[in-house]
Structures are given as C-alpha cells and as structure tokens.
Nanobody, 120 residues
Framework: QVQLVESGGGLAQPGGSLRLSCAAS????????MGWYRQAPGKLREQVAV??????????DYADSVKGRFTISRDSAKSTVYLQMNSLKPEDTAVYYC???????????WGQGTQVTVSS
C-alpha cells in the first residue's frame, strides 16, 4: 500500500512562486513514474509534469502550458517529489494531485490534492 501526501499549496499572486511537495510512503516499486496533475473547476484533470524514478537516466516531461515555468524534481532519500512553480498565472489555479504509477506492478495511487490559487 502506498500513501501520497501533498503539501505546499496556497495562494500566490500572478508572477509569484509556490513549491509543492509530495511525500510517498509504503511499498513503492523500485521503478516508477511520479507526477503532478491538476484539475480546475469545470475542466478535466490534466497532466502537469512527470518524472521517472529508479532508472539510470531519469526522464521528465512537462505540459506545454507550464514548460519553462515549472520544474519537477525528486529526492529519492526522502521518497519525495517536488514541483517548483514560478511565474504563476491565474490559469494555474487548480487542485494539484500527486500520482504514483509503479511500473510492472499495476500500482496507481493518487494523493488527496492540494489547492493552488493564483490571483491578485
């Protein structure tokens, strides 16, 4: 069983920054993909950024809407992934969810979500 706990959400002004954290615990697959997703009211949940874990060469991918502004990173020692969000825009307002997918295990876990609000 895996548990994901997000933190770091809150209110930011346009152009501001926030740093989200997702701490994973439990029986985590050695190789996995962790990522951040977001869902705004009335919209479908979308992938923001993902990063691989447990490979010699890590891979990160970003949604076009956040490229150059957001950075996903991981701390294996802490079993934590981060999302550094800079140059925030009002359209970034959403509930952000952390997700863990274990490769070859069928694991698919979601955190409870953390609210990010960007407004003046």
């Amino acid at each position: 069983q895996v548990q994901l706990v997000e933190s770091g959400g809150g209110l930011a002004q346009p152009g501001g920054s926030l740093r989200l954290s997702c701490a994973a615990s439990g029986s985590i697959a050695t190789t996995n993909i962790m990522g951040w997703y977001r869902q705004a009211p009335g919209k479908l949940r979308e992938q923001v950024a993902v990063i691989t874990t447990g490979f010699s060469t890590n891979y990160a991918d970003y949604a076009d809407s956040v490229k150059g502004r957001f950075t996903i990173s991981r701390d294996s020692a802490k079993s934590t992934v981060y999302l550094q969000m800079n140059s925030l825009k009002p359209e970034d307002t959403a509930v952000y969810y952390c997700r863990l997918r274990g490769l070859s295990t069928g694991q698919d876990y979601w955190g409870q979500g953390t609210q990010v609000t960007v407004s003046s």
